[in-house]
């Protein structure tokens, strides 16, 4: 099972970018997938979470109103629309989702994408 992510890159203040992320591989269903984010000299922090089936979202305090996640499940694919971006949302942002690999097992495992840089200039 692969993640990738894409859709980063350098953008002004104010700006927006539209993350994706692709989960490939032999994969039965996808739970819950977020968006983390690190940036240089901090701790991997959540940024959004959505749940499989209902959708439920969660955002962090910081993205909220600014950030939507989203997920087609049809392409086993995530986004995360990023408009009014802040110079502070500078990080690398990594995709994470729970996987089941088959239908004989509820037996999940956790995913990590490689991350895609995201850079908000002034």
């Known amino acids: 099972v692969q993640l990738v992510e894409s859709g980063g890159g350098l953008v002004q203040a104010g700006g927006s970018l539209r993350l994706s992320c692709a989960a490939s591989g032999s994969i039965f269903n996808i739970n819950r997938m977020g968006w983390y984010r690190q940036a240089p000299g901090k701790q991997r922090e959540l940024v959004a979470a959505?749940?499989?089936?209902?959708?439920?979202?969660t955002y962090a305090d910081s993205v909220k109103g600014r950030f939507t996640i989203s997920r087609d499940n049809a392409k086993n694919t995530m986004f995360l629309q990023m408009n009014s971006l802040k110079p502070e949302d500078t990080a690398v942002y990594y995709c994470?989702?729970?996987?089941?690999?088959?239908?004989?097992?509820?037996?999940?495992?956790?995913?990590w994408g490689l991350g895609t840089q995201v850079t908000v200039s002034l």
């Open positions: 959505i749940t499989s089936g209902d959708d439920r979202t």
């Open positions: 994470n989702a729970h996987i089941i690999l088959q239908k004989s097992t509820i037996a999940q495992y956790v995913y």
